[in-house]
């Protein structure tokens, strides 16, 4: 091991016990806790949680309570998707034939190996592509009949995005990156910056603020892109490998904290990933191999197959 390795593992081990401390905080304020300290503390989160109103309630994103009128209705359907990559005279189908139906408030992970198509439905899921062939509905909305305006505007109010490459523009530092998707809300300077301050330290890098991407370890960008896509409190999160480049008590940090944005607000969460640990917090899990899926599998949260 370099001396850099032992720094950065030392820096991610320190980062790792400050969000383990970060989570206990955020976990107990929804628990009845009544031991003496950890309430006191508790409170104290509570008041800098810029999400919740005074009465304890976690605020729902503006103006979204619910996005289908039916709970019967998918929030997000796939019939007969195709994504065929045109390469010179050369096709690829990345994804053949995919039937899916998402319904709200699931969590959904879906699993595959590398090269399987995961990304390519992503990007397809959250309305940055469209298909080669068959229909990509959102609330029963044909995606290819939105223009880019509408497209970006439904992507910047109902999904947050946490891509497998983190798209952290370069320039600017960690806040301003979080801060990025609240510029296109009606929010004031001062709300916004108190966002991004519990969103950092929630992903324990309140001491980076000033950093810039290329300034951070590989697993900092991505709590980074995990924060900025909770930043404007979408309905909908979408993640590509979002524990891909975090050690594991990170990783199930992060984890813990999607899974009880999914248990308290009912927010959508879809996952994509090759890590078979994810299915735990999985309502449902898609299996997709060479861009067909294999099977689905229904799930009990924390449970066993149905
Ligand atoms: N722009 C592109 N042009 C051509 N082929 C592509 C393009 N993007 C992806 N592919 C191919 O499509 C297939 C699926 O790629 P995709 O990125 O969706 O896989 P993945 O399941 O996300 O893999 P990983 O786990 O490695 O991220 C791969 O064989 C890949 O090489
Ligand atoms: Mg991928």
Same mark, same amino acid.
């Given at each position: ?86 390469m ?22 879906v699993?595959?190996p ?10 397809? /899921?959250?309305? +940055? &592509?469209?298909?080669? #062939?068959?229909?990509?509905y ?7 009949? @939105? %223009? ?35 510029e ?34 590989g ?29 594991t ?5 992060? /984890?813990?904290? +999607? &899974?009880?944005?999914? #248990? ?9 990933t090759?890590? @078979? %640990? ?25 449970g066993?197959?149905?």
């Amino acid at each position: 091991m370099t001396l850099t390795e032992i720094i950065e593992t030392f820096k991610t081990r320190f980062n790792s016990s400050k969000i383990m401390d970060s989570l206990e905080k955020v976990a107990s304020f929804n628990s009845e806790s009544d031991s003496g300290s950890g309430e006191k503390d508790s409170e104290v989160y509570l008041e800098n949680n810029p999400y919740v109103n005074s009465s304890g309630s976690y605020v729902k994103s503006p103006g979204i309570s619910r996005i289908t009128r039916d709970e019967r209705e998918p929030l997000i359907k796939l019939t007969n998707v195709w994504k065929i990559y045109q390469m010179g005279e050369v096709e690829f189908a990345a994804l053949k034939g995919i039937d899916l139906e998402i319904y709200e408030g699931e969590f959904l992970v879906v699993l595959g190996p590398s090269g399987s198509g995961k990304s390519t439905l992503m990007n397809l /899921l959250g309305c +940055l &592509d469209i298909p080669s #062939e068959g229909t990509v509905y959102l609330n029963s909305e044909d995606i290819s009949e @939105l %223009d880019e305006s509408e497209l970006a505007r439904i992507r910047g109010q109902m999904i947050g995005f946490i891509f497998q490459s983190f798209n952290l523009i370069p320039t600017l530092s960690t806040e301003e990156n979080v801060l990025l998707p609240l510029e296109f809300q009606e929010e004031n300077r001062e709300a916004a910056r108190k966002k991004a301050s519990y969103l950092l330290d929630i992903v324990g890098l309140s001491n980076k603020k000033k950093n810039l991407p290329s300034q951070l370890s590989g697993g900092q960008r991505q709590r980074v892109a995990i924060a900025r896509s909770l930043a404007v409190n979408p309905p909908i999160i979408l993640a590509d490998e979002p524990t891909g480049n975090l050690d594991t008590k990170t990783g199930d940090y992060i /984890l813990k904290f +999607l &899974d009880g944005l999914h #248990e308290r607000e009912g927010k959508t969460i879809i996952i994509v990933t090759h890590d @078979l %640990d994810l299915v735990k917090y999985a309502t449902r899990v898609v299996y997709i191999r060479d861009g067909e899926i294999e099977k689905i599998e229904e799930r009990r949260k924390n449970g066993t197959e149905e």
